[in-house]
């Protein structure tokens, strides 16, 4: 057998077998990537054999012995350090929920101020988002936190809030909630939840079938109010309120006891992020108006809607679908963004677990890959979901 | 004869290549670091972000410090020059990785030895360069004067990353007092949150709070509590596995102090190379071979002293010039009352 015969026909194969012309790059790259991992893995285990550090996650069980300032779930410093990464991830998930709830909120006003037909309130819009979105945001979260903590007075200082609360440079201070029979209540709620998205489902078959329009809103805040109402007259739920006390810890030291403290640095952080952030979102929202054709909002005008109506049934469903993708990109830089927390001592997951739980462990190629991981996750989460929401709001061609 | 000379140049040439690297090996054959060290000519230090009195930085990028001084005396003990230093300004949180990861080569940064970071994670401490311990700063005019009056509800301000937060901890739930502890990545924001009056008082070692007092806008509105709360022995490290490296980090540190005992300063060195005592010749390298058993030359601790002093002079220039602790303590030599007590360099 002569060798050019069985090249030629090898290359015969290759070519002539299409599943293994495009099976063989992926399967290169795949060795490739698992060859330069391992590289990775066997290395770093090489160089920490040498200098005697071990590897593993049996730490996560140890006592963490440090405190944590802001906790949702019970932690003291006898708690392990799997529970202090808990407090952390979950101190960075309700900061970036604050964060984009009131990013969106801000973001789609201003937003749809910025198009507003009224001088006044499109030139505001327009310094708004320049100013915020050109000025990093590292140096506006000092600002919040240094410049609002010298305006905020001493607690002895401060002035009831709202009839309840007190804002204070040591947090703002409200009333903590004591149930009786809190169960009830939720199932009350979550019976309100249901009979509005029943009443709105039937209210859109309604409009569909036979024209009739339901005062659905009127309808879903009615019971809104008497359901959990009822749950109060009949279900036996009380609710009562401890209030924060001021009480005085030496000659010029007060604080208070009682209530709930919702420490300066989260105000803080949530106010850059979603200030920061909402710029951004103005101008996805913004893009997304514009991005509907004049003729849309004409013909909406000339079948007799309102301005208002144009913009929610005509206008919005079809800017929605080009402000989504490009929102779910600032979405994830806000939850991102909010490991700037370490700077200014709001115990997220940085500065809790790659922070802290770092330093006290020494292991920090386990606690770095832990966070790259939770953060990956985290941003996925939000991609999937945004993903979703975008796919069930695009237009349905029939 | 032209010939003959240009091969006998050739030859020599040769010679001295050989022999310069031959010698080289000698010095450095046990240590990788030092080997290192002597190749890129200059000692890699890892100091604070800003210590007054430890490390700190001027306007020029100078810096000067007690920690900072253990490096130059490295440099002046292996390079024969004590300005032959790399600094790496370090966070709390990133100083240990730096060194195992081998960035720098010695972590001068008020840092405390304790067993867990011994033995745990790829580190040696060799040596104490200052005693501390942890203490409190509070306003004066809260009217606190010790921490028995610390009571249920105070917030702590303090840094993340250091021996400071679990102190704290343990000391606030020995006394059953409830506290909000307040943690940064900076010093700088720490000292600003406190003086803003986000916390009521500000906790770290008690040189730390001197130096840190003296940054604030008025430093006689407040006061370090007596009391002590724990052991901060502070001194510097070098990674684990590089016994002659750690030698020579260690007796350099040594040399430092054992020089003020014998009263060696870096004006009357010169003069003490015709001492009649044993003990200051040796240190000042005309008796002995002490440099040689460390893989060094023998002028290495004469170089220290000369150039960077001995320890009482650095403490002085560094900490008790500048008001941060005009009182040296602990940090006094074991013959006057301190616990300043060095192994003898012989």
Redesign the interface.
Known sequence: MDIKNTTKSLIGTFEGNKKLKRFLPQFITVVAIVFIFGFFAFNASVNMDNRGIDFGLRFLGEESSFDIQFSLIEYSGSSSYARAYLVGLLNTILVASIGIFFATIIGVVVGISRLSSNYLIYKVSEWYIEIFRNIPLLLQLFFWYFAVLRLLPLPQNSEILLGFSYLTIKGWYVPAFIWNNLNIFLYSVIAVIISIIFVRNYARKLQENQGKQLPVLAISLSLLIILPLLSFLIGGVTLSFDHPELIQLSDTIYGFRGGVSIPPELMALAAALSLYTATFIAECVRAGIMGVGKGQKEAAGSLGLTPGQTLKLVVMPQALRIIIPPTTNQYLNLTKNSSLAAAIAYPDLVLVFAGTAMMQTGRAIEIVSITMLTYLSLSISISIFMNWYNKKIAIKEK | MKRTLKSLFSFLAVFAVVFSIGTEAMAAKKSKTLKNTIKKDTVRCGVSQGLPGFSNADASNNWTGVDVDVCRAVAAAVLGDANKVTFYPLS??ER??AL?SGEIDILSRNTTWTLS?DA???LTFVGVNFYDGQGFMV?K????TSTS???S???A?TN???TT??N??DFF?SKGIS????????AD?VV??YD???C?TYTTDKSGLAAQRTKMKDPDAHIVLPETISKEPLGPVV???DNVWEDIVRWSLNVMIEAEEYGITSSNASSMKSSENPAIKRLVGSEGELGAALGLGNDWSYNIITQVGNYGESYKRNIADPGILPNRGPNQLWTKGGLLYVPPAR
């Open positions: 709390a949180k240990f990785t195992t970071r745990d994670i790829g306003r005019d809260s009217g606190i009056q610390f009571k509800g105070i917030s301000c993340i990353g250091t937060e679990l704290m901890r739930n506290y909000e502890p307040v943690a940064f990545e900076k924001e600003a949150a803003a009056g986000r009521d990674r684990q596995g």
